[in-house]
């Protein structure tokens, strides 16, 4: 699923940073960009760094790929 329409970050680019041991917001918005310019996403980020970890794509089990967060 797309998180920032902005950048084109999806859920599974969160999974993989996170998976990496960079499960913050600021982290994401420096890597990827998302969350920085227009923020809608800012609380998707947050909702997916939150889950519970349950393998490297545990972001994956969010909302069907061609639902998009971000408004822009």
């Known amino acids: 699923m797309i998180i920032c329409q902005c950048t084109g970050t999806t859920d599974r680019d ?3 940073l996170r998976a990496e041991g ?23 980020i ?3 760094l939150t889950l519970p970890m349950v393998g490297p ?3 994956v089990n969010a909302p069907s790929a061609s639902d998009s967060i971000c408004a822009a």
Request: net charge positive; with cysteine; proline share 3%.
């Open 57 to 59: 794509t545990d972001a």
């Open 46 to 48: 947050v909702r997916l």
């Open 14 to 16: 969160i999974a993989r």
């Open 22 to 44: 960079l499960g913050t917001v600021a982290a994401v918005a420096k890597l990827t960009g998302a969350g920085r310019n227009c923020a809608p996403c800012r609380s998707e």
